[in-house]
């Protein structure tokens, strides 16, 4: 049985989602992380480069990286060989959902209707991406779909950002959220890691840990 997301982000609620095109800038980012109190990344399958990147962060024993984007149970293989210790997708497939599980990796698919919520409890799923968060009616959707299934748990990532977040997280349907404000493009291509581990520091104040989670 695969250990659930909850337990592998090990309290953190607060997942940066990383878009890096350059694997020689992913131990300088982990470091970043690491020290801004937020250790842990989704590194997305966006650009040609990104298992290089992942296995590069995943090298970091003081981070906890998964892999974001994952389309195709080829790519469920690849994230893993590359040290991915969660699977995250934009939209719920049975065929990424199913590797994963043979894998023993966690997975959290992207919803944003009750039929795509019942069909991932159908896959034996409990907690889910919603996506794109901001875009699909944000809180008060989630409010209204965690009436009907309360025994599911929501990650809202897209268009998440610092001020938006903490109603989010206040939420007792939600696990965890996703957000790129803290790794921002601009940081990232400017080399800007002290700002990285400000903002990391920054957002790990506007929650409180994830009750039930193992460290």
Request: with cysteine.
């Amino acid at each position: 049985m695969s250990t659930s997301p909850t337990d592998v982000l090990g309290g953190h609620r607060i997942v940066p989602v990383v878009v890096l095109d350059d694997p020689a800038s992913a131990d300088a980012l982990g470091a970043a992380l690491v020290e801004g109190g937020l250790p842990v990344a989704e590194a997305t399958f966006r650009t040609p480069q990104a298992a290089a990147v992942l296995r590069r962060l995943a090298a970091n024993d003081d981070l906890v990286v998964g892999a974001g984007t994952v389309l195709t149970d080829r790519q469920v293989d690849e994230a893993v060989e590359a040290g991915a210790r969660f699977v995250v997708s934009p939209g719920l497939s049975a065929a990424v959902v199913r590797r994963c599980q043979d894998v023993g990796v966690p997975i959290v698919p992207g919803v944003s209707t009750a039929t795509e919520i019942m069909q991932a409890l159908d896959l034996g799923l409990d907690t889910v991406k919603f996506f794109p968060a901001e875009a699909s009616g944000g809180l008060p959707t989630i409010k209204a779909l965690a009436a009907a299934f309360p025994q599911v748990r929501f990650v809202p990532t897209g268009g998440i950002t610092v001020d938006t977040a903490p109603a989010y997280l206040a939420h007792p349907s939600v696990a965890a959220v996703g957000g790129s404000w803290m790794v921002a493009g601009d940081l990232l291509a400017g080399a800007r890691w002290d700002e990285v581990t400000r903002r990391c520091a920054a957002s790990t104040a506007l929650h409180d840990p994830l009750q039930g989670a193992t460290a």
